[in-house]
């Protein structure tokens, strides 16, 4: 006997419909295994501004605190990590665990990540949406506001 597994089904529902809002000049990016990635028009001379969006599928029970528990263990493999702040905020109606840090980069150069995890418990699975902004620590001050707006409209429905 067999039987036929189907994606998207009631035990395998679809992946999110995703939306965010960037800047005009902004690019989409293709970048395999990421549902949407986006970036400034390439700059010279500076590590390139970007904002990528993904989702991950985990097991029932996953929740915003395995979140952490996995996102301190990548950072800590970070060099040079300087924490700027983690803890829940709540933007457009979900709470999202957000995670400020900077780090350097094989070669020297700095880097500002600012990073949102949101959970969406679709029954037999669990979606992560994963928002994850990077940009130079050179331009982190003029920056770190478009990642913040930018993720600040990100949209994640059942779809």
């Known amino acids: 006997m ?17 939306a ?3 800047p005009d000049d902004w690019e989409l990016v293709v970048v395999p295994g990421v549902e949407i990635a986006v970036a400034e028009p390439r700059p010279r001379d500076r590590f390139r501004t970007n904002l990528v969006v993904s ?5 029932p029970g ?3 605190e395995r979140a952490r528990t996995d996102l301190e263990r990548r950072k800590a493999a970070l060099p040079e990590l300087e ?13 999202w665990l957000a995670s400020e840090y900077g780090y350097t980069q094989a070669g020297g150069t ?8 949101a959970i969406l418990d679709r029954g037999p699975v669990v979606d992560v949406v994963e928002v ?16 913040r707006t930018a993720q600040d409209s990100v949209r994640a429905d059942a779809a």
Do not use: N, W
């Open 20 to 22: 965010l809002e960037v």
């Open 2 to 18: 067999t039987r036929t597994i189907q994606f998207p089904s009631s035990d395998l529902p679809a992946k999110p419909r995703l």
């Open 110 to 117: 700095t880097v500002v990540q600012a990073v949102r995890y």
């Open 55 to 59: 989702v991950q599928r985990m097991p």
């Open 62 to 64: 996953y929740d915003l």
């Open 83 to 95: 924490e700027i702040g983690t803890g829940p905020l709540e933007s457009a109606g979900r709470t």
């Open 132 to 147: 994850v902004g990077s940009c130079g620590a050179d331009v982190a001050d003029e920056h770190i506001e478009e990642i």
